[in-house]
């Protein structure tokens, strides 16, 4: 038997609440209080630092609308540009099931183009191909914190007269030449499930964009498709982010850059200790992964996850089954061996532990008893 405390979980949120413990008290009870609890004046805040927190010297001025969850956010952006039925959606089969779901509710097509090996991110390669008269919006999504080429992935858009929908749910910090994930697209969304880089405590989301029309659009689009007012131009959705949660995002906001920071640092550490026997996660040039998992692969993958359960080590597939040999689509009719990089990385792939407050010993444990085994 493993002695509990020389467990190694995947994430540990205690550990990070107890750092934060009287000012997420003292906040919440002052919202308690109020007796204001669904939008309001925190999530009005909040959606001001976040533009902030996602301002650089050559790109400001965004507008950013707290949702329930990373889910509204991408439906909210997909139905603020009228995305409907027959539209076609490109976008990646290795990603989380959310990504794909949103596109659906809409009545649209979701239209899979293959990985990069390297990056595991779509593959600016194969896009154009894939487009078609109906094509309507590519949604990229920077996988596991590592930003998509979006340079190349908003020329495609820019010369196809296409919509770019940014799922940066595990990208929140990350950023491609300093310049932060999700203010590249027409609208970027985030999630704040709790144990995303940037988490509150229930569900939460975000949509950032430039577009004034987009902003209006998602303002009423997220409460019934009304202003407040019960003067409803539309059929909208409930999508709304609590001031609870507007009140914890605030406080983790200010710490965001530092948490991130420490991921990295571990990733580094991983890195320097596994690159000979697995393949470690891509960084390339100008590019800073967020590192939401850490990811390695290997041919191995099911004796190493094995051998690290012995262990009392935790770690995960992300994702065992690409989106498009899902049940839930399999009335797309596509088969396997249609999109055989994603296949195969499917079969490789597994996530280490790499929260920001992860011991280094428990790093150095890990990366032994992955060796041990190799
Ligand atoms: C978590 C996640 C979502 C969904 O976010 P929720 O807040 O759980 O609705 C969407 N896309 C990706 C890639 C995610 O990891």
Redesign the pocket.
């Known amino acids: 038997m493993i002695k509990q405390t020389d467990m190694i979980p995947m994430l540990d949120l205690k550990k990070e609440f107890l750092e934060i413990e009287a000012e997420v008290i003292g906040k919440v009870t002052e919202i308690l209080k109020s007796t204001r609890y669904v939008l309001g004046p925190h999530v009005e805040q909040f959606e001001k630092e976040f533009s902030q927190f996602l301002s650089s010297s050559n790109t400001n001025n965004f507008y950013s609308m707290g949702v329930a969850?990373?889910?509204?956010?991408?439906f909210l952006s997909l139905a603020a540009l009228s995305i409907k039925k027959d539209d076609e959606v490109i976008t990646t089969p290795f990603?989380?099931?959310?990504?794909v779901e949103?596109i659906l509710y809409m009545g649209a097509k979701p239209v899979f183009v293959d990985i990069d090996d390297k990056t595991l991110n779509i593959d600016v390669n194969k896009i154009e191909e894939k487009i078609t008269k109906k094509t309507r919006a590519i949604l990229p999504?920077?996988?596991f914190g590592l930003p998509c080429d979006m340079d190349r992935v908003m020329d495609i858009a820019n010369s196809h007269n296409l919509y770019v929908i940014e799922?940066c749910?595990?990208s929140t910090g990350a950023l491609i030449n300093g310049r932060r994930t999700g203010t590249f697209g027409d609208t970027g969304?985030f999630?704040?499930?709790p144990?995303?880089n940037l988490g509150c405590y229930g569900?939460?989301?975000a949509v950032v964009t430039k577009s004034d029309t987009i902003y209006e659009r998602i303002l009423s689009l997220r409460n019934h498709g009304s202003r407040g007012n019960y003067i409803h131009t539309e059929v909208g959705f409930n999508s709304r982010l609590d001031e609870i949660q507007a009140g914890v995002l605030l406080i983790k906001l200010a710490r965001l850059d530092e948490k991130n920071r420490m991921r990295r640092e571990n990733a580094n550490l991983y890195n320097s200790l596994l690159k000979d026997v697995v393949k470690c996660p891509a960084e390339p040039d100008g590019y800073t992964h967020s590192y939401?998992q850490y990811t390695i692969r290997s041919p191995h993958r099911d004796k190493i996850k094995e051998t690290l359960s012995n262990e009392g080590i935790s770690s995960v597939v992300y994702y065992p089954i690409p989106m498009h040999l899902q049940e839930a689509l399999k009335g797309q009719g596509l088969k396997r061996g249609v999109l055989p990089v994603s296949e195969q990385a499917a079969s490789e792939v597994l996530s280490l532990p790499v929260y920001p407050e992860m011991p280094q010993v428990s790093i150095r444990k890990v990366a032994d008893v992955i060796r041990s085994c190799l």
């Open positions: 969850s990373g889910t509204g956010a991408l990603t989380f099931f959310a990504t949103s999504v920077h996988l799922d749910a595990q969304c999630s704040f499930y144990s995303k569900d939460g989301g939401h």
